[in-house]
């Protein structure tokens, strides 16, 4: 069942990033170190491709042969779908092209990301512990916000410190392009800082999980340490 | 249960033309006789709302208030999610996409419309026998896919004989994008009398429903005699 959830997930992102990388979206012609579906093939190919792996994502999460309970599955069926919908990782998108040349404030930035690309990373948090207690669940959900942003964070710290070879698409696209980032709005020194507060938060609500967050606390080092 | 089922379908559909419409795919200005998404916001805006929608599908038809029945619910959502997949509605787009300019048998034509806009036909039809018995599924089977196809026979004669007010989209479409159609490969007198025998066909399918496949029949009524 944790195999299906993740899968669905990973076919929501990836359904995402081709979307994205679209000429009326961001345009980016390099994706993991390749080029991107829409210049490899062309731009119909890569809209069918994205409503597609949409469309999979909740194939897979759907099939009953692997489950036994179908509540459950029910509920993380819709949790999965708000997440990816207007309320959660399209709406954001939304709230992103809207604020391209404006001046945003941290607040205003941090509710974008929130659902941009933070509704997606709680989703994935929250499917694991859909059956949890509802302690576990609100601390899943802290943890999943702080790591959330941290992610975004250091996604902006990196456009500007990165070179286009590590990250596996294009470096330096935020300042061209004219996006707010955590960058443009708090300069470089106090976005790292921001990213270590963000890491701290997340750690501490793993408090309710005991040993068993040691898994969650390494996905927030990674999120927060990686180079690409 | 019906109208959630049927709200979802509707979703998925409205998704698809939105779609549709944008320019990498049919460059169509006009839908339901307004301004397409796309031209009346923008192209990044067309392809976020029919993403949205997409997920605002499985939203609607996951949301566990409404139902008692779980099993049942979980497999509507797997044949709404296979149909509109790559095995379904967006698999025949992109055959059709792959079809431009190429000369197509009538087999070669039948099985790209029976993914295109068969498949959501297919499944809206199943959706409402989902818990019906055995030789009901088969039958509704038959019935949906000569209506799915009877339904693009008269798309095909319309787009030649309609004129674009009447259509609410623009008339004459398919010659000007050198697109095979019933039309090009049976001419017109020929694919009028192939619409008869879809609907009879069809028709014919519904002997299991008895008199509780009235509504079934009006609906392949309507498909087959519609001027729009």
Known sequence: MADVAACAVELIHAYSLVHDDMPCMDDDDLRRGKASCHKQYNDATALLVGDALQSLAFEVLSNTQKISNTKLQLSMLNILARASGSIGMAGGQAVDLAS???SL???ELESMHLLKTGALIEASIL???????EVQIIAARTFAKNIGLAFQVVDDILDVEADTDTLGKTAGKDATTNKPTYVTILGLDVAKQHAQHLYANAINALKPFGA???RLKELADFITHRSF
Chains 1, 2 share one sequence.
């Open 100 to 102: 391209v040349g404006k």
């Open 105 to 107: 404030s941290q607040a």
């Open 127 to 133: 499917l694991g512990v859909a059956n949890g207690s």
């Open 212 to 214: 068993s967050g040691h």
